[in-house]
């Protein structure tokens, strides 16, 4: 089953009255269980890819479809829906709530889903274990450190048990053994849970537990690999 699938797809903004083009004819599809990522330079697109699946940003041209669902004909309410119930965002600059612990951050979107609270509390739990954060569960994003705020986004990422996990570079600010046991923690959800997951990265060491790998130069994929 194809759960992602862009055609053609170009992207341009604008900076400075200048027309930037970023995507020029993307096409990629993405299947169900599978665990992908997107490697290239800075600037090369890829960031844009992930947004336009996370329904964040939208195509200039070219067809996009999530789940046989076109993102960009949704309303703000339908899309902002369709993610909570569906998609698992980690962000590369964490965008946690400032106001709320960590405990809180990951307990946040089972929350807007209506999750029984004694089921929440269990769940952010187990959660704050598997990512190495129940000793600061009651800290502040302020009070943790760069790769702690990381765990808590990925934490947050995967607490809903998502369909698809979108991933801007997961491990930028873990190190290498943390950045192990994350990745190891989600092979285990694509592999019980059968959970898709599509990266970019600039790890090689991320890129060595997906099933596929595809290469971005100047807004195109040139290339595509197997590990």
Do not use: W
């Amino acid at each position: 089953m194809i759960l992602v699938a862009l055609e053609d797809v170009y992207k341009d903004y604008v900076m400075a009255k200048t027309r930037v083009p970023v995507l020029k004819g993307v096409s990629l599809q993405l299947a169900a269980g599978e665990m992908a990522c997107l490697m290239g330079p800075s600037g090369s697109g890829k960031t844009t890819i992930l947004n336009i699946i996370g329904g964040i940003d939208f195509a200039g041209r070219g067809r996009v479809s999530v789940y046989n669902q076109a993102l960009a004909g949704m309303s703000d309410k339908r899309l902002s829906e369709f993610r909570n119930k569906t998609l698992g965002f980690i962000f590369q600059y964490f965008n946690l709530i400032p106001v709320l612990t960590a405990f809180e951050n990951i307990e946040y979107p089972l929350v807007l889903q209506g999750v029984d609270k004694r089921e929440r509390r269990r769940r952010v739990a187990e959660m704050l274990e598997a990512v190495g954060l129940a000793a600061v569960k009651n800290h502040r994003p302020d009070e943790l450190s760069g790769g702690q705020r990381q765990r808590v986004a990925i934490g947050r990422a995967l607490i809903t048990r998502p369909k698809l996990v979108i991933a801007d570079e997961p491990t930028g600010n873990l190190d290498h053994t943390t950045g192990k046991v994350i990745m190891e923690l989600m092979k285990e959800l694509n592999e019980k849970e059968k959970t898709t997951f599509i990266f970019a990265t600039h790890d090689p060491m991320v890129s060595s537990y997906t099933h596929r790998i595809l290469y971005l130069q100047d807004g195109t994929i040139v290339k595509e690999e197997r590990p």
